[in-house]
């Protein structure tokens, strides 16, 4: 009888445990839920600002989205993932919304979030900097234990990947070519010139005129002006290779004018903040016309934030 009784009991563990493991697969797990690590370059101007965490706020409507004022700055990065981790995200899209994602600030952040494996030259460098809207003290010192904390990747408790900044974009194409439009009066007899910051190195100044080129591509099958070109200013290199864009750009407004055309200089910046004003110093004595606004204000960008961030195969790679 006893081993009766243990033959029944035995029998019926078999037949309970598919049930409990079919219990378990189906109890229902929690759902990813995505943040946006909202990237962009502080400024000193507060309106600069402003504009960012507008459009922060208008993506937050539509997933959790944290701001991180700087170039390659640690401290804030650090701090906007700890407030997405403290709202129940799962994973990060870190999103830049700089013009080009070929600079080496997009390499130094990328590395910083653990994107990258190859630490840039430059991001020692970024350290050391007061980048407007930072609130990283040590990040603004030359003491070098400072400079080394402020260049170790960010610890994170969830995973982060990194989508590309705006580069060419449709929607770029778009918001320029609405730029042109509000100035424009006669297509046919309209040269567009689209004015980019740029970077120093050659190499990278060349992929971000071939993304304008895109860009330009882009606005001439839309529109009708007699000529779409651009250029790089090139504001933080050495003299000798601001003052040759200086005369590129000259040269092009120049020759656009002796063709019996008017010339629509369309800075391709995110906010006016100072380099339009630049801009016009190297214009002194030429006849042209510029927009009132960079892209931003605009809620295209917003979309764009949004679908940057959900599109998982724009992630960026590990270089």
């Known amino acids: 009888m006893k081993k009766l009784l243990i033959a029944i009991i035995f029998l019926s563990s078999l037949c309970l445990a598919p049930g409990a493991n079919v219990a378990a697969a189906q109890s229902p797990q929690k759902p990813a839920r995505e943040g946006v690590l909202l990237l962009a370059h502080g400024g000193s101007a507060q309106a600069w600002n402003?504009?960012?965490?507008?459009?922060?706020?208008q993506v937050d409507l539509v997933m959790p989205t944290e701001v991180a004022f700087g170039m390659a700055t640690r401290s804030t990065m650090q701090a906007a993932i700890n407030r997405l981790v403290a709202r129940g995200v799962t994973e990060i899209v870190a999103v830049p919304?700089?013009?080009?994602?070929?600079?080496?600030?997009?390499?130094?952040?990328?590395?910083?979030?653990?994107?990258?494996?190859?630490?840039?030259?430059?991001?020692?460098?970024?350290?050391?900097?007061?980048?407007?809207?930072?609130?990283?003290?040590?990040?603004?010192?030359?003491?070098?234990?400072?400079?080394?904390?402020?260049?170790?990747?960010?610890?994170?408790?969830?995973?982060?990947?990194?989508?590309?900044?705006?580069d060419h974009h449709r929607i770029v194409a778009d918001i320029l070519e609405d730029r042109a439009a509000s100035i424009s009066k006669d297509p046919a007899h309209?040269?567009?010139?689209?004015?980019?910051?740029?970077?120093?190195?050659?190499?990278?100044?060349?992929?971000?005129?071939?993304?304008?080129?895109?860009?330009?591509?882009?606005?001439?099958?839309?529109?009708?002006?007699?000529?779409?070109?651009?250029?790089?200013?090139?504001?933080?290199?050495?003299?000798?290779?601001r003052d040759a864009a200086t005369q590129q750009l000259r040269q092009q407004v120049e020759q656009a004018t002796k063709a019996g055309n008017s010339v629509l200089i369309v800075p391709l910046l995110l906010s006016y903040?100072?380099?339009?004003?630049?801009?016009?110093?190297?214009?002194?004595?030429?006849?042209?016309?510029?927009?009132?606004?960079?892209?931003?204000?605009?809620?295209?960008?917003?979309?764009?934030?949004i679908d940057t961030a959900r599109e998982p195969n724009q992630a960026a790679t590990q270089k």
């Open 273 to 305: 903040g100072g380099i339009e004003d630049g801009l016009r110093k190297r214009l002194a004595g030429l006849a042209y016309t510029m927009p009132t606004q960079a892209l931003l204000p605009d809620k295209r960008i917003v979309s764009w934030v």
């Open 190 to 241: 309209e040269v567009v010139i689209l004015v980019a910051h740029g970077p120093v190195p050659d190499d990278e100044n060349k992929l971000w005129l071939n993304d304008m080129s895109i860009l330009a591509d882009a606005m001439r099958k839309q529109t009708h002006y007699a000529g779409i070109e651009c250029l790089t200013l090139r504001d933080d290199a050495d003299k000798p290779m």
């Open 50 to 57: 402003e504009e960012v965490r507008h459009v922060a706020d």
């Open 97 to 166: 919304l700089f013009v080009s994602s070929h600079s080496s600030v997009i390499d130094s952040t990328a590395y910083l979030l653990g994107v990258r494996t190859q630490e840039p030259e430059d991001l020692k460098m970024f350290a050391t900097m007061d980048h407007g809207g930072s609130t990283d003290h040590a990040a603004m010192t030359h003491d070098p234990a400072a400079v080394a904390d402020a260049t170790k990747p960010l610890p994170s408790p969830v995973p982060i990947r990194m989508a590309p900044a705006l």
